[in-house]
């Protein structure tokens, strides 16, 4: 089978307005619309455009280091005594995350549409650098909004992006983090429609976004099948786990798998301190509501204000979530799970000391549900079980809140 850079799925799901079942859609200010259609008609010419294909697939084999590696966890495996474990990693991308398979994919599009700014929200600031890393790239100026209080926490990353070339722009209402840096993103967008192209950091958003962001991160799961044909003998797992926050790197990994029903897809989520305190597990505790432009599962209280997410997890901190997740819940084809912030950090211990791999705390989230998964696996196929995680992003980055919590 062959890999597509930018693989263009039977466009089923969403449908033409971008709902999957009653998520989705585009909730945005008037002057938005003619932005989005401008931009769903260039994605839909470039998505199927060699000369647009071979770029993109060259830039991810040459820059972002793609294909990552399939690799055999045989340590874990033997540690846990379960089903086979492998990791798709993700974490030895340039920038350290999947992040740059969407930021590369959305400024090829800029770059087609003659769009002259970018701009971007980021929560911990990693989505920021992998902005301002191809917008260095392609030589187009970068504004990055982000809360105050997170440029406070993430000061490394902040330095990093200017160093970069990027501006960032404190966002100082609220609660001074991700939800306020993305209002800030779309009211400048909203200023600026015609020059500004907005790279949004998941798979969220109104349409096109959710979709586009998708197949540009399906490359994941396209090469993740091939990878198991010449490992076990088989394109297909029989389960695979990855962490939620708005949820780019599991629906990556999971949509080429989606038809698959044989398949358990498992999603976590961060649980922060219990869900009876403060946490980030939308699907398991939120409800319907429109939060940036599209509707989903979202924490909000009684009068549908949106609640303040919590997690350790800096890229796991957002209150709402991806709207093809919210439908994968309803729907029943992916199981999500809420994983508090000291099972995470269980899981960072355990990966680094068995693999000498350092995840990220997002993707610990991921880690600490192998175990329990692993052997439910084993008991249910026997000892040829195989399980992949998504090994979303390395732990750099997370070192100090790691060594202040272990
Ligand atoms: C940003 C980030 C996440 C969360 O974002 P998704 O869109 O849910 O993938 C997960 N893991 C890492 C390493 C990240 O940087």
Same mark, same amino acid.
């Given at each position: 089978?062959?890999?597509?850079?930018?693989?263009?799925?039977?466009?089923?799901?969403?449908?033409?307005?971008?709902?999957?079942?009653?998520?989705?859609?585009?909730?945005?200010?008037?002057?938005?619309?003619?932005?989005?259609?401008?931009?769903?008609?260039?994605?839909?010419?470039?998505?199927?455009?060699?000369?647009?294909?071979?770029?993109?697939?060259?830039?991810?084999?040459?820059?972002?280091?793609?294909?990552?590696?399939?690799?055999?966890?045989?340590?874990?495996?033997?540690?846990?005594?379960?089903?086979?474990?492998?990791?798709?990693?993700?974490?030895?991308?340039?920038?350290?995350?999947?992040?740059?398979?969407?930021?590369?994919?959305?400024?090829?599009?800029?770059?087609?549409?003659?769009?002259?700014?970018?701009?971007?929200?980021?929560?911990?600031?990693?989505?920021?650098?992998?902005?301002?890393?191809?917008?260095?790239?392609?030589?187009?100026?970068?504004?990055?909004?982000?809360?105050?209080?997170?440029?406070?926490?993430?000061?490394?990353?902040?330095?990093?992006?200017?160093?970069?070339?990027?501006?960032?722009?404190?966002?100082?209402?609220?609660?001074?983090?991700?939800? /306020?840096?993305?209002?800030?993103? $779309?009211?400048?967008?909203?200023?600026?429609?015609?020059?500004?192209?907005?790279?949004?950091?998941?798979?969220?958003?109104?349409?096109?976004?959710?979709?586009?962001?998708?197949?540009?991160?399906?490359?994941?799961?396209?090469?993740?099948?091939?990878?198991?044909?010449?490992?076990?003998?088989?394109?297909?797992?029989?389960?695979?786990?990855?962490?939620?926050?708005?949820?780019?790197?599991?629906?990556?990994?999971?949509?080429?798998?989606?038809?698959?029903? /044989?398949?358990?897809?498992?999603?976590? /989520?961060?649980?922060?301190?219990?869900?009876?305190?403060?946490?980030?597990?939308?699907?398991?505790?939120?409800?319907?509501?429109?939060?940036?432009?599209?509707?989903?599962?979202?924490?909000?209280?009684?009068?549908?204000?949106?609640?303040?997410?919590?997690?350790?997890?800096?890229?796991?901190?957002?209150?709402?979530?991806?709207? /093809?997740?919210?439908?994968?819940?309803?729907?029943?084809?992916?199981?999500?799970?809420? $994983?508090?912030?000291?099972?995470?950090?269980?899981?960072?211990?355990?990966?680094?000391?068995?693999?000498?791999?350092?995840?990220?705390?997002?993707?610990?989230?991921?880690?600490?549900?192998?175990?329990?998964?692993?052997?439910?696996?084993?008991?249910?196929?026997?000892?040829?079980?195989?399980?992949?995680?998504?090994?979303?992003?390395?732990?750099?980055?997370?070192?100090?809140?790691?060594?202040?919590?272990?």
């Amino acid at each position: 089978m062959p890999e597509s850079a930018v693989d263009s799925p039977p466009e089923t799901s969403p449908d033409a307005s971008g709902h999957f079942g009653p998520y989705g859609g585009a909730y945005v200010p008037e002057i938005l619309t003619p932005v989005l259609d401008e931009l769903k008609a260039a994605y839909t010419t470039y998505k199927d455009d060699p000369d647009f294909q071979n770029e993109l697939r060259t830039l991810l084999h040459e820059y972002a280091g793609r294909p990552t590696p399939l690799t055999y966890c045989n340590r874990l495996t033997e540690e846990i005594g379960g089903a086979h474990i492998y990791a798709k990693r993700e974490d030895l991308c340039h920038t350290g995350a999947h992040k740059i398979n969407n930021t590369l994919g959305q400024i090829l599009l800029a770059d087609r549409m003659g769009k002259e700014r970018i701009i971007a929200e980021t929560g911990a600031g990693q989505h920021g650098v992998a902005t301002a890393t191809v917008c260095a790239k392609f030589g187009i100026d970068c504004v990055v909004y982000m809360g105050a209080e997170d440029m406070e926490r993430q000061r490394l990353n902040v330095e990093r992006m200017e160093l970069l070339g990027a501006e960032v722009r404190a966002a100082t209402t609220g609660s001074q983090t991700l939800k /306020e840096a993305t209002n800030e993103a $779309i009211r400048d967008w909203v200023s600026n429609p015609d020059d500004t192209f907005y790279i949004i950091g998941s798979v969220v958003g109104p349409h096109p976004y959710p979709m586009m962001v998708r197949n540009f991160h399906r490359i994941i799961g396209t090469e993740t099948r091939s990878q198991l044909r010449d490992a076990v003998g088989r394109e297909t797992p029989d389960a695979i786990a990855a962490c939620v926050g708005g949820g780019s790197n599991a629906i990556g990994i999971f949509h080429p798998f989606l038809e698959n029903h /044989e398949v358990q897809l498992h999603g976590t /989520e961060a649980a922060g301190g219990g869900l009876s305190g403060d946490h980030a597990a939308t699907l398991a505790e939120g409800s319907p509501g429109v939060l940036h432009g599209a509707m989903s599962y979202l924490l909000q209280d009684d009068a549908g204000q949106v609640s303040l997410a919590h997690s350790l997890s800096a890229g796991l901190d957002y209150p709402g979530v991806g709207p /093809e997740h919210a439908h994968l819940r309803d729907e029943g084809r992916v199981t999500y799970h809420p $994983i508090t912030d000291d099972e995470a950090l269980e899981g960072v211990k355990l990966l680094s000391q068995t693999e000498g791999i350092i995840p990220a705390l997002e993707t610990a989230h991921a880690v600490a549900l192998l175990p329990d998964l692993a052997r439910s696996l084993a008991a249910e196929h026997g000892d040829d079980a195989v399980l992949v995680f998504n090994c979303s992003g390395r732990g750099d980055k997370d070192m100090e809140t790691i060594a202040a919590n272990l």
